[in-house]
Nanobody, 126 residues
Framework: QVQLVESGGGLVQAGGSLRLSCVAS????????MGWFRQAPGNEREFVAA????????DYTDSVKGRFTISRDNAKNTVYLQMNSLKPEDTAVYYC???????????????????WGQGTQVTVSS
């Protein structure tokens, strides 16, 4: 069983930065790919970023490339999302998720993630 707890969300002005953290309980964190997804009001949940179990591979949705950075510290069972140059359109609830099994090809596929955090609100004002 893996439990995920996100933190670090909040209200920030456009152009500002936030760092989201996701701490995982359980001893198998290091063997799973991790992802960040987000859901804005009235929209479906969408992929934001993913990182492989080793941290050696990362991927981002086009709208955040060059602004967001995903990283992980397996010794601390934690995955991070550093968000810079935030825009009002980044406003959403952000969720971290752990894959069922390491599957880099399916990094953007929601149903390949079987553990989800409760979400943390990010609000970017213009």
């Amino acid at each position: 069983q893996v439990q995920l707890v996100e933190s670090g969300g909040g209200l920030v002005q456009a152009g500002g930065s936030l760092r989201l953290s996701c701490v995982a309980s359980g001893r198998i964190f290091g063997s799973r790919g991790m992802g960040w997804f987000r859901q804005a009001p009235g929209n479906e949940r969408e992929f934001v970023a993913a990182i492989s179990w080793s941290g050696g591979s990362t991927d981002y949705t086009d709208s955040v490339k060059g602004r967001f950075t995903i990283s992980r510290d397996n010794a601390k069972n934690t995955v991070y999302l550093q968000m810079n140059s935030l825009k009002p359109e980044d406003t959403a609830v952000y969720y971290c998720a752990a894959q069922i099994a390491p599957d880099w090809a399916a990094r953007k596929v929601e149903y390949k993630y079987n553990y989800w955090g409760q979400g943390t609100q990010v609000t970017v004002s213009s």
